[in-house]
């Protein structure tokens, strides 16, 4: 099991760009995920990554405007979100997949999970 610590969430206006950070405890080997969950709605997926960072899947809404990416040597997955538009406010969470080659789709795919950090988007 790896304890995973978001960061970088914030309050920003439309059109602004957000980092994300995610350090995990120790060595990250799986394929990772960001999922993200607006108020009154469902957890969604927004990217994944395999372990090596050679595979990426995006959701559509983000397709074009996030980059998600990792740096193994110091544990930690970014996502960097461009064109940010108030639809994308949600908390916003990091995970680890239990599966390593490909990316995951999926949230039963995912068995560690961070805390989440707030991501709000002004009009």
């Known amino acids: 099991q790896v304890q995973l610590v978001e960061s970088g969430g914030g309050l920003v206006q439309a059109g602004d760009s957000l980092r994300l950070s995610c350090v995990a405890s120790?060595?990250?080997?799986?394929?990772m995920g960001w999922f993200r969950q607006a108020p009154g709605k469902e957890r969604e997926l927004v990217a994944s990554i395999n372990w090596i960072g050679s595979d990426t899947y995006y959701t559509d809404s983000v397709e074009g405007r996030f980059v998600i990416s990792r740096d193994n040597t110091k544990n930690t997955l970014y996502l960097q979100m461009h064109s940010l538009r108030p639809e994308d406010t949600a908390a916003y969470y990091c995970a680890a997949s239990r599966w390593r080659t490909s990316v995951s789709l999926f949230q039963s795919d995912f068995a560690d999970w961070g805390q989440g950090t707030p991501v709000t988007v002004s009009s």
């Open positions: 120790g060595r990250i080997t799986q394929t």
